[in-house]
C-alpha cells in the first residue's frame, strides 16, 4: 500500500519531514517529465515513485505544471552550481577554461534528465509555445555566460590564451562537446563504432582536454602540461549506460 507519510527518521522534525518528502516528490518528477516531457508525464506514476498519494503531490506542488516548473528549476540550480564552482576555482583563467569544458562533458554524461528537458524545452521554443526557458536564461545561462565571458578575458589579458573571440572559445569547447552527443547515431553509422561505450566517451573527454590545451594557449608546452594536470585530477563520472539517451532515441 502507498505511504503518504514521509519517510525521514522517526524523530525528525515535521519541517524535516516535509523537505524530505518534497525532495523525493521532486526527484521522481525529475525523472518523469524527463523520460515523457510535460504533456506525456502522469502524476499517479510520479506519486508511487516518491511512495506519496496524489493528494499529498497536489498538496505540495497544486497543479502538474507547477510540478515541472519546480523539478527543472532544482536541477537547473544544481547545474548552475556546479558550473559556478568551477569558475571560481583558485587557479589560471586557463586551467578553469579547460575544467569547464570537461565539467560540461561530464554533465551531459551524468545529467541526463537535464539534456532530456533541455531539449524538450529547445523545441517548445522552436515552435513559439510558451516554455520555461526565460526561468533557465535567468537561473542557468545568463549567469554562468556572464562568468564565462569574464573568465576568458582575463585570460587573454594575462597572455595566458590566444587572442581571440570569447564567444567563440565558448562555442569552441562547450558546442563541441554537444555536437558529439548530438550526432552519436552518425558516427556509429559511418564508422560501425559506437560512440557511447564507457571505452569511447572517456577516449574522447581526454582528445577534448588535450586539444583545447594545444589550442586556445600561447605557450603550448603550458597549455598541454594544463590539460594533463586536469584530467588526472578529474575522474570520469559512474556511467549507467541505459540512461545514455543520445543517439538512441533521437
Do not use: C
Request: charged fraction near 25%; aromatic fraction near 8%; glycine fraction near 6%.
Amino acid at each position: 500500500m502507498m505511504n503518504d507519510q514521509p519517510t525521514a527518521a522517526p524523530n525528525a522534525a515535521p519541517s524535516e519531514r516535509s523537505a524530505e518528502t518534497r525532495g523525493r516528490i521532486l526527484d521522481a518528477a525529475l525523472s518523469e517529465f524527463a523520460a515523457h516531457g510535460l504533456a506525456g508525464a502522469r502524476t499517479e506514476r510520479i506519486a508511487t515513485a516518491a511512495s506519496v498519494n496524489k493528494a499529498l503531490l497536489y498538496y505540495y506542488f497544486e497543479s502538474k505544471e507547477k510540478l515541472y516548473l519546480a523539478a527543472l528549476e532544482m536541477i537547473a540550480v544544481r547545474i548552475r552550481d556546479s558550473t559556478m564552482a568551477v569558475f571560481l576555482r583558485e587557479s589560471s583563467p586557463g586551467e578553469r577554461v579547460l575544467r569547464s569544458a570537461l565539467n560540461h562533458f561530464d554533465r551531459i554524461v551524468g545529467q541526463q534528465e537535464f539534456q532530456s528537458l533541455m531539449q524538450q524545452e529547445m523545441i517548445r521554443l522552436h515552435k513559439g509555445e510558451s516554455g520555461v526557458m526565460p526561468l533557465l536564461v535567468k537561473k542557468v545561462f545568463e549567469p554562468t555566460l556572464i562568468m564565462y565571458r569574464s573568465m576568458v578575458r582575463e585570460g587573454i589579458t594575462s597572455g595566458e590564451l590566444i587572442e581571440a573571440d570569447w564567444m567563440q572559445i565558448q562555442l569552441a569547447t562547450i558546442g563541441a562537446n554537444v555536437f558529439y552527443f548530438l550526432s552519436a547515431p552518425i558516427w556509429r553509422l559511418v564508422t560501425g563504432d559506437d560512440p557511447l561505450t564507457v571505452q569511447s566517451l572517456a577516449a574522447r573527454r581526454k582528445a577534448v582536454v588535450e586539444f583545447l590545451g594545444q589550442a586556445l594557449f600561447k605557450d603550448r608546452q603550458h597549455g598541454a602540461a594544463l590539460a594533463a594536470k586536469v584530467f588526472a585530477d578529474t575522474p570520469m563520472p559512474l556511467i549507467e549506460r541505459d540512461r545514455l539517451k543520445f543517439g538512441r532515441n533521437v
